[in-house]
């Protein structure tokens, strides 16, 4: 197991990782580094956060240990807030699902654990904190991200490309099975005969498994590119070139084309993207706000 696959193990299900104080230890080990509002970062907690880092492949070292933890102090402490409380059982869960994602049992990835100095409480109580983080996010953060559908309507506009501005009504005729050369080939010989969508069953009886599919109405926004493209240079009652599918040979039939300018996947894809950013902005506010608030006393 390389540093590589364990840090993209931990890294997917571990976001805005947190660790709460619960691991015991002789008192000498149990010395307060850093107080978080009246909670101690002990010199263990940095000792065994730097040895998880090492297995990550983070090389963050004592110093990016110790200001994370402080982060996730104030991370449990604003969910403890917030009355937002995690099960053993969702973290033996997760536990679990990083165990499957690096391809191990629970047993198994606890050995590795040992085996590099961590104790197996140390990943548990971290992830513990991320699950509570997470419901935090959702709770408390999520709400206050805000998308103006002016500004995407603006923006999907001027994405919205001149092939792309069509309805369509179409068919598809499939020449099913294998053999491209020859299928492709009768394909075109129907392409030649077809003479528009009302015909277009009729004239499929004259080869052999040639079926016609109702595709319905679709917006060259949900087409793939290429074939948009070509649809956008047909009239109503063409056809499109043959192309090699899974099934055998296609080719999609204009029954009707309108003129249309519909945004909605240009946008959706848009909305997604602006809302995973304001969201990482809002996070990041959020947490920056709860420093600015805290009393952190380093010794």
Do not use: H
């Amino acid at each position: 197991m390389t540093n590589g696959s364990w840090g993209r193990s931990i890294g997917a299900l571990v976001v805005g990782l947190l660790l709460s104080m619960a691991v015991a230890a002789p008192a000498m080990a149990q010395s307060a580094r850093v107080m978080v509002n009246g909670t101690p970062i002990t010199d263990l907690q940095v000792s065994q956060r730097v040895k998880l880092f090492a297995l990550e492949g983070n090389r963050g070292g004592s110093k990016g240990a110790t200001e994370q933890l402080i982060d996730e102090a104030l991370q449990m402490s604003e969910a403890k807030r917030l009355g937002i409380s995690v099960s053993n059982a969702q973290v033996d869960a997760a536990f679990l699902q990083i165990a499957r994602n690096l391809k191990m049992s629970s047993d198994k990835l606890n050995l590795m654990l040992a085996q590099s100095g961590i104790n197996m409480d140390t990943l548990k109580d971290r992830l513990r904190a991320a699950i509570a983080w997470n419901a935090v996010t959702d709770q408390a953060i999520m709400p206050q991200v805000q998308i103006s559908e002016l500004e995407l309507d603006q923006e999907a506009a001027g994405k919205l490309k001149a092939y792309q501005s069509y309805d369509y009504i179409l068919k598809e005729i499939i020449f099913v099975g294998q053999g491209s050369s020859s299928r492709t080939g009768q394909a075109n010989q129907y392409r030649k005969g077809f003479k528009g969508c009302d015909s277009a069953v009729d004239l499929s009886l004259n080869f052999t498994d040639a079926a016609v599919v109702d595709v319905g109405r679709r917006n060259a926004t949900q087409i793939p590119e290429a074939i948009a493209k070509e649809l956008a240079g047909l009239n109503v009652g063409g056809i499109t070139k043959p192309r090699v599918v899974e099934s055998g040979v296609s080719m999609l039939a204009v029954c009707e084309k309108t003129q249309a300018e519909d945004l909605t996947f240009i946008k959706s894809d848009l909305r997604s993207a602006a809302g995973n950013d304001a969201l990482a902005s809002k996070v990041t506010e959020y947490l920056a706000d709860l420093r600015k608030r805290a009393k952190i006393i380093y010794n």
